[in-house]
């Protein structure tokens, strides 16, 4: 800034008053050199190195030289700018070193010995080389020599160092304050205080002086600038005002002007002596009214009058501060005048001065700052009687790491002093903050889920971290704690405790951070949300944004943050629920504190304020963040009864067996993997077995007595299987055994009473009971696929097809528990272990029945005792097992055949009612308390007997020993009937004629595999004598395809029945068609194969062709135990034709 | 050579202030936190300038009997304030530039370390304050 105001070409300024240069040694040589020396110098640009910052600048000096005289040096404590010789110069032109032992040492020594006793350090010593004296003398040494002599006699280094700075310093500072430039700053002025190290001046005298130079400096400038320039160039002013302010501060405080009791002697002497030192007024001012002069004398002449100018030029600073911006310095001056209002005994008008000062370092966290101001407040707020405000600035300093312990510990005793008064009023309250007292660290929850039954206990254990110094009896510290009915407060809590990732349910509070309220440190994070918003109509997106949750805590007001000084409105709040702990004593640093309260009423819990009262002293933490909860709920007694089949744990037991030994210790662990698999029940139980059910009761909120039992109303098919060594165990809510008692059952035909034993509310009984679910014959019987059945079990096999799954039963039972009026109904479903199928076999005319038990559980079985009787009355009917073991296992997921040959004597029945009975037990139980109903099933086979028999046979063609593929062999098909006239062929294809019966079949001959060629008809409609032997001969031509050994061709009989004439005339053909293929597709179901299906169903569209319109014979296929095919499974070998020479070739 | 070094926040509040042991810590916080008032109004003012020069040296701010007390801003406005005994003529511009440079230096260091917070209280400062305090005494 300099360098830019300053003019180029320079302005010459004349030199009023020179800086004196003595001059000291050779008098003679001085004035030979004088007269070019007091031209030349002041042409010789000098650098005038100034300080601050400020560039160097070139300048012309011009010195006053006079005589060195001892007289000219400044008696002690005398400095006097204009008189004060700033320079001692000693001139010699000594060469010879002889002449400069024998006497211009002595006569330096003997100057500076005057300069040394008059504490003058700024000397110079001139050599002048003279070249005429140096001619004459050539055996003369080097002048250098005499140099370094000088140097070593008198030069010590750091004296040598100092000269020259000095010199320009002391030259520039004599036109200081009367040609500087404009920029005014307390810089230029310092330099006086500071210059001339070895001057010493009455204390206060420079005080005085750089007071009046400020003052002086701004009244000049004042009367040269108008009221907008001066306004404009505050900033550079400002400083001196401040400067002048500081000096007549610590002026007055030297001359006792601001002591209490004013001035004492020893300051009035020092007032005199510093107003003696003034001098008088310069003449050109003294006729003025306003003078710096004036005002410096007037102000250090009474208190009054020094309060006044202190108070007018702090007050002009302070405002000048403050207008162009500079707030700090502005606070700076007014601590200060707190200061000064502080020794005047005027507090009230100190506090706005500190209160401003603290609030502006507390905004910007400035530790050190803020300790000391609040030392000085707490001073002010003492005097003033604002007990509060000094009771919370106290807490603040006791809880002070910058103070000492002892300062720290003054504090705290304030409060406790305090605290310990008896107040004048009961009950009066002082509310403080508790951030300053102590701290909440974290909180815990017992049982950490923060969720309690009702009259359930609950302990809430917090961590307090106490900021005092010593140790603090606190009579009580209480939980402010709102209450709120809300639905589904369990799921709530649950969820937020997972949110907060509570390892243990420990809630940790983030540390108060109260000196740097700008830092970002202290502002909570952010706590940013998905927010998805839909319509209601259709659920598509309307809006999406994110939601920050707690933006209460981040856009509050700065100030209200930081002005914790003032106990700004903490509200105590008084509510109907509080957790109370008394009479804890608060050692410095962590404490654990335990509250303990039994929960009342259902609802949530939320902890709002925490308090902790010394005394009449509340600390009070006002809002409790993050949000802590706990939860109190009440639950109805519940009963549940699951399934526990064989657990998986017997099964790996049984399986994998294990030493005995080993085994009773895995089976005891608690080890949860094991637990898992106890408690994982199967999906439904098993009929026919004893199996395991597990009860469950949970109590809520009702208390099992003595004599309460649960009333089993039995199912008619299941039975409760009473065991002696049943027990029941009984655990607390947290799933801990609390006790175990044997469980009493007591049956009677029509209710089963157990009775339960004693537990208290929200606990949880644990009982297994064994049930049997008797095997019932309707809904186990009749599984027939072959044969004609009942139709209600029609809905079991189309149950069967679609899963393979075991048939169901649903047991229902009634349950009264005493804790209701109304019965609790429970269904059990027990599942059928096996699937039993049965089917027909015959060998020519000996009938065979065949019976195939399934096991479709998981589970092994022994089968045991198997039978199958006749329910029908047919009395010389046999039925030979040809089963020879009576014990046999049946293994998970397998199967086991029965086979009975059926016999008889006379004509057998038409139809057959059988059924068929095993035991079965589970294979793993070695004993069972209960004898078991054996498994049964019923069925019934009809038309068993067989009547005709079939037999074909291929020939070679005549004169061939062999088939030949592509020549035509004969296929000779003999039908034979094997039985005179029967019950069941009473039907309408029978005809009768002249006592002889016959009836008509349709034979086809059909190859599946397409081995054979049929060549010409294929079906054919015979009618068939009803007598014993009668038989029927079929002849055909059929080719065969391939060569090796052909199965036959299949023969199938048919029952050609006429058309029915009641039905044939409503029928169209259409719907005959329709009612023929029905039919087929009935005899389809037991013969499923589909081509042979085709087969016949292209036989039917050929003759409907033939006879559309016309009304025609249905077809019945014969049940498949009245037909025997003897040559089933029989062969023919057909060897290759010989041309194989003929070779086709085809390409595509 | 310096008698305070301190490095302040963008937003005022001091990262590190340390003084010479010998004297009175509490003047020193005082005179850094009121020089905060010159280094405000000179970033205001020629704070374009400043930007434009890369000129991150604010020269003296203001000079007291018996200290100077010298400014230093960053890009990032976190500033550095020193304060120097006036008597200690052999400091020159230059050589106050050049040990704003190395304070600079330092903290650059300090802010590439993983494990600093930017905006917590410098620790890891000392050794090179120390030997800046030390150097010409």
Request: glycine fraction near 4%; charge should be negative; charged fraction near 20%.
């Amino acid at each position: 800034m300099d360098a830019s105001e300053e003019p180029l070409p320079p302005v010459i300024y004349t030199m009023e008053n020179k800086p004196i240069v003595t001059c000291a040694g050779d008098q003679n040589l001085f004035t030979s050199v004088y007269p070019t020396l007091s031209q030349q110098l002041p042409r010789e640009p000098m650098e005038w190195r100034r300080s601050y910052g400020r560039a160097p600048k070139m300048i012309h000096l011009e010195s006053n030289f006079v005589q060195f005289k001892e007289e000219l040096l400044p008696k002690e404590g005398n400095k006097a700018l204009l008189t004060f010789p700033f320079l001692h110069i000693y001139w010699t032109e000594c060469c010879d070193t002889e002449v400069y032992k024998a006497t211009v040492k002595d006569d330096l020594t003997k100057w500076q010995n005057v300069l040394k006793a008059h504490s003058s350090v700024d000397w110079l010593i001139v050599i002048v080389e003279n070249d005429a004296k140096k001619k004459n003398k050539t055996n003369i040494l080097p002048r250098t020599s005499i140099v370094d002599k000088i140097r070593n006699d008198f030069c010590n280094k750091q004296s040598d160092r100092r000269s020259l700075p000095l010199f320009s310093r002391c030259c520039s500072s004599s036109r200081t304050p009367w040609c500087s430039t404009t920029n005014w700053t307390p810089s230029s002025l310092s330099m006086w205080s500071t210059s001339g190290p070895g001057v010493s001046v009455p204390p206060g005298a420079l005080d005085c002086w750089v007071f009046l130079s400020c003052l002086e400096v701004l009244q000049r400038i004042e009367g040269c600038c108008d009221r907008a320039q001066i306004d404009s160039n505050i900033a550079h002013t400002v400083g001196l005002w401040s400067y002048a302010t500081e000096k007549l501060k610590s002026l007055g405080y030297l001359c006792g002007l601001v002591s209490e009791k004013g001035p004492n002697s020893e300051d009035l002497n020092r007032t005199v002596d510093l107003l003696a030192g003034l001098g008088a007024e310069r003449p050109e001012t003294a006729n003025t009214a306003q003078s710096p002069y004036k005002k410096l004398k007037e102000a250090l002449s009474s208190v009054e009058a020094f309060e006044k100018h202190y108070l007018d030029l702090s007050h002009a600073t302070i405002e000048m501060y403050t207008s162009i911006g500079r707030i700090r310095s502005a606070k700076f001056v007014g601590k200060d005048l707190a200061e000064f209002y502080m020794r005047k005994k005027a507090p009230q008008k100190a506090e706005i001065y500190l209160q401003g000062a603290l609030k502006n370092y507390l905004a910007e966290g400035w530790a050190l700052p803020i300790t000391h101001t609040r030392k000085q407040l707490a001073e002010c707020q003492k005097h003033l009687g604002q007990i509060e405000n000094y009771l919370q600035t106290s807490s603040l300093l006791a809880s002070d790491h910058h103070l000492t312990e002892e300062e720290r510990k003054h504090f705290c005793q304030e409060i406790l002093d305090f605290a310990s008064q008896p107040s004048d009023s009961p009950g009066h309250k002082i509310v403080l903050p508790m951030h300053s007292f102590a701290q909440l660290r974290d909180l815990h929850f017992d049982p950490s889920n923060a969720v309690v039954h009702v009259g359930g206990v609950l302990c809430v254990e917090i961590t307090m971290y106490s900021q005092m110094p010593v140790p603090v009896h606190v009579e009580q510290i209480v939980v402010n704690v709102h209450f709120s009915i809300e639905k589904n407060s369990y799921r709530k809590t649950a969820e937020w405790l997972t949110k907060h990732k509570t390892s243990n349910g420990i809630i940790n509070f983030p540390p108060e951070t109260a000196p740097f309220p700008v830092s970002q440190n202290s502002l909570p994070a952010l706590e940013l949300y998905e927010m998805f918003e839909r319509s209601p109509s259709d659920n598509s997106l309307n809006t999406t944004g994110i939601i920050c949750r707690n933006v209460h805590m981040l856009l509050r007001r700065q100030e209200s943050s930081s002005s914790l000084e003032m106990p700004s409105g903490v509200a105590l709040e008084e509510g109907a629920h509080v957790l109370r702990c008394s009479h804890v004593t608060l050692e410095p640093g962590a404490n654990q504190i335990t509250f303990r309260t039994q929960a009342k009423e259902p609802g949530t819990y939320t902890l709002r304020q925490l308090c902790a009262s010394v005394g009449s002293v509340w600390f009070v933490l006002p809002h409790i963040y993050p949000i802590v909860q706990y939860d109190v709920y009440s639950q109805e007694p519940q009963l549940h009864v699951e399934p526990l089949a064989e657990d998986f744990w017997a099964q790996m037991c049984r399986d994998f067996p294990l030493p005995a030994s080993k085994q009773s210790v895995l089976q005891f662990s608690s080890d949860p993997v094991y637990w898992s698999w106890r408690q994982t029940p199967q999906d439904s139980l098993l009929a026919g077995i004893p199996q395991r059910v597990k009860f469950t009761v949970t109590t809520g909120h009702y208390t099992i007595k003595n004599g309460d039992s649960l009333q089993l109303s039995n199912a008619e098919a299941m039975l409760i299987l009473c065991q002696a060594e049943s027990r029941a165990v009984v655990y607390s809510n947290t799933r801990e055994q609390s006790s175990e008692a044997a469980l009493r059952i007591q049956s009677s035909d029509k209710v089963t009473s157990i009775s339960l034993p004693v537990a208290p509310a929200y606990h949880v009984i644990e009982f297994e009971l064994e049930v049997l679910s008797l095997p019932s014959a309707p809904a186990l019987g009749g599984e027939s696929d072959m044969l004609g059945m009942a139709e209600p079990h029609r809905k079991h096999k189309d149950k069967q097809r679609t899963g393979r799954c075991m048939v169901t039963t649903d047991h229902k039972v009634s349950i009264d528990c005493p804790w209701s009026i109304y019965s609790t109904v429970i269904a059990l479903t027990f599942s059928v272990p096996f699937r039993t199928t049965h089917s027909l076999l015959s060998s020519g005319t000996r009938k065979y029945v065949q019976v195939c038990v399934q096991n479709l559980s998981e589970l092994d079985f022994q089968l045991s005792d198997s039978y199958l009787v006749d329910t029908g009355d047919s009395t010389d009917l046999q039925l030979v097992p040809l089963n020879t073991q009576s014990q046999q296992p049946i293994y998970s997921k397998q199967s086991v055949f029965f086979v009975w040959e059926l016999k008889w004597t006379e004509e057998p029945p038409p139809s057959l009612h059988c059924r068929f009975s095993v035991g079965f037990s589970p294979a793993s139980e070695e004993q069972l308390s209960i004898s078991l109903k054996p498994y049964t099933y019923e069925f019934k086979v009809e038309n068993f007997f067989t009547l005709y028999n079939v037999k074909a046979e291929i020939f070679p063609p005549s004169g061939m020993e062999y088939c030949r593929t592509g020549s035509l062999c004969s296929l000779e098909v003999l039908i034979t009937r094997l039985s005179d006239l029967l019950e069941v062929d009473k039907d309408e294809a029978l005809t009768e004629s002249d006592e002889h019966f016959s009836t008509k079949l349709m034979y086809e001959v059909v190859d599946n595999s397409s081995n054979w060629a049929v060549c010409g008809k294929s079906c054919g409609v015979i009618s068939m004598p009803v007598a014993a032997r009668a038989t029927h001969r079929v002849h055909m031509e059929v080719m065969p395809l391939f060569a090796g050994y052909l199965p036959l061709p299949d023969v199938r009989l048919f029952k050609y029945l006429p058309h029915h004439s009641a039905h044939s005339s409503q029928l169209d053909a259409d719907s005959w068609i329709e009612n023929d293929s029905l039919s087929v597709d009935k005899h389809g179901d037991d013969q499923p194969d589909s081509s042979s299906l085709k087969s016949r169903g292209s036989v039917h569209s050929a003759c409907s062709s033939e006879h559309k319109g016309l009304p025609m014979p249905r077809l019945q296929a014969l049940p498949a135990g009245q037909v025997f095919n003897s040559s089933s499974g029989t062969q023919v070998l057909v060897i290759p034709s010989q041309d194989d020479h003929v070779l086709e070739v085809s390409v595509t | 050579m310096a008698v305070c070094i301190a490095v302040i926040a963008k937003e005022n509040y001091p990262l590190y202030i340390r003084s010479t042991p010998t004297e009175n810590e509490l003047k020193f916080h005082y005179m850094v936190h009121t020089s905060l008032d010159v280094v405000d109004e000179k970033i205001s003012a020629m704070g374009k300038a400043l930007v434009d020069q890369r000129e991150l040296y604010l020269g003296l701010l203001y000079p007291t009997e018996d200290y100077k007390v010298y400014g230093y801003v960053t890009n990032s406005k976190v500033k550095f304030v020193m304060v120097v005994d006036s008597s200690n003529t052999a400091l020159r511009d230059n050589e106050i530039r050049s040990m704003f440079r190395k304070l600079h230096n330092s903290y650059t260091d300090v802010m590439c370390n993983p494990f600093y917070n930017p905006g917590d209280r410098i620790q890891a400062f000392d050794n090179m304050v120390t030997s800046m305090m030390i150097q010409v005494c």
